[in-house]
């Protein structure tokens, strides 16, 4: 039987193994221990600043000789949402989990023999060790189109240059906007060391109005002024014809000077005018004037074949066509185009029979009083929506002309055939203030050329 000899005794395998086994229990326990204790438990706060953002972080240490647990809290303040949201995305790209607003937490353990990583960090962190810091200024403004060139950062680490710096950058150029650039190293294994720079595109270029024809016209007294049009184009925004406002002041009624103003504004709010003079001639006697050709049919008013209802010229009690079917699936094209836009343009009024406008202008008058409820509202069978071609869309409150919707049915209406029948500064012309919600439909051929003209109805059929 095999016996070990050890010195002068002998020991016999089982007692040797029952031995060995008894050591291994021993050593298992110590390391156990040694594995499950946590020695120490650090906290340790620091702020990290830049320009113009602010980093804190929280960490804390739970350190046993060979099992060591970190977590790591980081806070973003920043004025800057981008920059929140750039350094809330890159934490998160490093393993980090955003815990509650701005809140981003990391855990993480390591086995060995631990040392400090504060303190590790805190040494990298010692003066001129990392040198990091943006090249340029930290906010910059292009103008859109001009070309844009990085201007990088100063990267070095115990005075060796960075070879790498991971630069991420939202820019396109192609879109005025508000831009971020961050770049990021890497100091060692468990720090990074982020920089942010602004980028804003802008466009302060001004838009060009091109007039179409001679900047002075003549024309005989009592003749329609025809606009021989305009066009708008800008750098950013391309063609914004559209947008054109003008300011028509022509009576031809009245020899003189007249100025027609044209004024546009593209999206970045640079703004241009353009004018032109239109002269209307003394009155001769070799002159045919144009009248305009005033029909009564069934106690309706044509100009020109155009129904007019104003002040002036009523509607009889009877009349009563309902809202016009055309006019209003016109309505509801325009409403869905605006929708596309985010814009709501619900319909408030539209067709209002001789009895509902003498109940509501009464109202009015109870309220206001006769004459100040007259520019705003109707005596019954002077009401354009009795016609049912006159809609209020919107709302009929004053505040609707600074909307968004007001700016858009403006520029827009007459694309599908109306017109805002009571514009700004012509109260003198059409007797009401200015309605910026009452739309009047005259088909997209007559709507598009009183529109172009600047004029009111009345103006442009030659009756005010
Ligand atoms: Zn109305």
Same mark, same amino acid.
């Given at each position: 039987?095999?016996?070990?000899?050890?010195?002068?005794?002998?020991?016999?395998?089982?007692?040797?193994?029952?031995?060995?086994?008894?050591?291994?229990?021993?050593?298992?326990?110590?390391?156990?221990?040694?594995?499950?204790?946590?020695?120490?438990?650090?906290?340790?706060?620091?702020?990290?600043?830049?320009?113009? /953002?602010?980093?804190?972080?929280?960490?804390? =240490?739970?350190?046993?000789? =060979?099992?060591?647990?970190?977590?790591?809290? /980081?806070?973003?303040?920043?004025?800057?949402?981008?920059?929140?949201?750039?350094?809330?995305?890159?934490?998160?790209?490093?393993?980090?989990?955003?815990?509650?607003?701005?809140?981003?937490?990391?855990?993480?353990?390591?086995?060995?023999?631990?040392?400090?990583? /504060?303190?590790?960090?805190?040494?990298?962190?010692?003066?001129?060790?990392?040198? =990091?810091?943006?090249?340029?200024?930290?906010?910059?403004?292009?103008?859109?189109?001009?070309?844009?060139?990085?201007?990088?950062?100063?990267?070095?680490?115990?005075?060796?240059?960075?070879?790498?710096?991971?630069?991420?950058?939202?820019?396109?150029?192609?879109?005025?906007?508000?831009?971020?650039?961050?770049?990021?190293?890497?100091?060692?294994?468990?720090?990074?060391?982020?920089?942010?720079?602004?980028?804003?595109?802008?466009?302060?270029?001004?838009?060009?109005?091109?007039?179409?024809?001679?900047?002075?016209?003549?024309?005989?007294?009592?003749?329609?002024?025809?606009?021989?049009?305009?066009?708008?184009?800008?750098?950013?925004?391309?063609?914004?014809?559209?947008?054109?406002?003008?300011?028509?002041?022509?009576?031809?009624?009245?020899?003189?000077?007249?100025?027609?103003?044209?004024?546009?504004?593209?999206?970045?709010?640079?703004?241009?005018?353009?004018?032109?003079?239109?002269?209307?001639?003394?009155?001769?006697?070799?002159?045919?004037?144009?009248?305009?050709?005033?029909?009564?049919?069934?106690?309706?008013?044509?100009?020109?074949?155009?129904?007019?209802?104003?002040?002036?010229?009523?509607?009889?009690?009877?009349?009563?066509?309902?809202?016009?079917?055309?006019?209003?699936?016109?309505?509801?094209?325009?409403?869905?185009?605006?929708?596309?836009?985010?814009?709501?343009?619900? !319909?408030?009024?539209?067709?209002?029979?001789?009895?509902?406008?003498?109940?509501?202008?009464?109202?009015?008058?109870?309220?206001?009083?006769?004459?100040?409820?007259?520019?705003?509202?109707?005596?019954?069978?002077?009401?354009?929506?009795?016609?049912?071609?006159?809609?209020?869309?919107?709302?009929?409150?004053?505040?609707?002309?600074?909307?968004?919707?007001?700016?858009?049915?403006?520029?827009?209406?007459?694309? /599908?055939?109306?017109? !805002?029948?009571?514009?700004?500064?012509?109260?003198?012309?059409?007797?009401?203030?200015?309605?910026?919600?009452?739309?009047?439909?005259?088909?997209?051929?007559?709507?598009?050329?009183?529109?172009?003209?600047?004029?009111?109805?009345?103006?442009?059929?030659?009756?005010?």
């Amino acid at each position: 039987m095999l016996t070990i000899k050890v010195g002068r005794r002998r020991i016999k395998p089982l007692n040797w193994l029952i031995f060995l086994s008894f050591v291994a229990l021993i050593v298992y326990v110590f390391f156990s221990l040694i594995f499950l204790l946590p020695l120490f438990n650090k906290e340790y706060s620091y702020n990290i600043d830049k320009d113009n /953002y602010h980093l804190s972080v929280k960490t804390k =240490f739970k350190h046993a000789w =060979f099992n060591c647990h970190t977590t790591e809290v /980081y806070k973003i303040k920043s004025d800057d949402k981008l920059i929140v949201k750039t350094l809330g995305n890159q934490l998160i790209s490093d393993g980090f989990k955003e815990n509650n607003k701005n809140n981003y937490v990391r855990k993480s353990s390591e086995f060995g023999l631990c040392s400090d990583n /504060y303190k590790r960090y805190k040494k990298t962190r010692k003066k001129g060790y990392i040198k =990091f810091s943006l090249r340029g200024k930290s906010s910059q403004i292009i103008e859109y189109e001009k070309e844009y060139k990085d201007p990088y950062v100063n990267a070095k680490i115990n005075n060796t240059n960075v070879k790498r710096v991971d630069v991420v950058s939202t820019l396109n150029e192609k879109q005025i906007g508000k831009y971020i650039t961050s770049y990021t190293i890497n100091v060692n294994k468990m720090h990074k060391e982020y920089l942010f720079r602004i980028i804003k595109i802008v466009d302060t270029k001004k838009p060009e109005i091109k007039i179409v024809g001679n900047n002075v016209i003549e024309i005989d007294y009592g003749s329609k002024y025809v606009e021989p049009g305009f066009e708008a184009s800008d750098n950013y925004d391309g063609d914004i014809t559209n947008k054109i406002k003008i300011k028509n002041t022509i009576n031809n009624k009245k020899a003189g000077t007249y100025n027609i103003s044209y004024s546009v504004c593209d999206t970045s709010n640079n703004c241009t005018s353009a004018k032109r003079q239109v002269v209307v001639k003394e009155k001769t006697k070799e002159v045919i004037v144009h009248e305009p050709k005033i029909e009564v049919k069934n106690g309706l008013t044509y100009v020109d074949g155009v129904l007019l209802v104003n002040k002036k010229y009523g509607v009889p009690k009877t009349y009563d066509p309902g809202v016009n079917e055309e006019a209003l699936k016109k309505v509801k094209e325009m409403q869905k185009d605006a929708e596309v836009l985010g814009l709501s343009l619900p !319909i408030v009024s539209s067709y209002r029979s001789y009895k509902t406008q003498e109940k509501l202008h009464a109202s009015y008058a109870k309220r206001d009083g006769e004459e100040k409820a007259s520019t705003y509202s109707a005596l019954a069978g002077h009401s354009e929506h009795q016609t049912g071609l006159a809609f209020d869309l919107g709302s009929t409150d004053s505040s609707f002309q600074y909307t968004k919707e007001a700016k858009w049915l403006a520029e827009n209406a007459h694309l /599908y055939g109306f017109i !805002i029948r009571y514009p700004k500064d012509k109260t003198d012309i059409t007797g009401y203030v200015y309605e910026a919600w009452h739309v009047r439909y005259l088909g997209k051929d007559l709507a598009y050329k009183v529109w172009q003209s600047g004029l009111t109805l009345e103006e442009y059929l030659g009756v005010n």
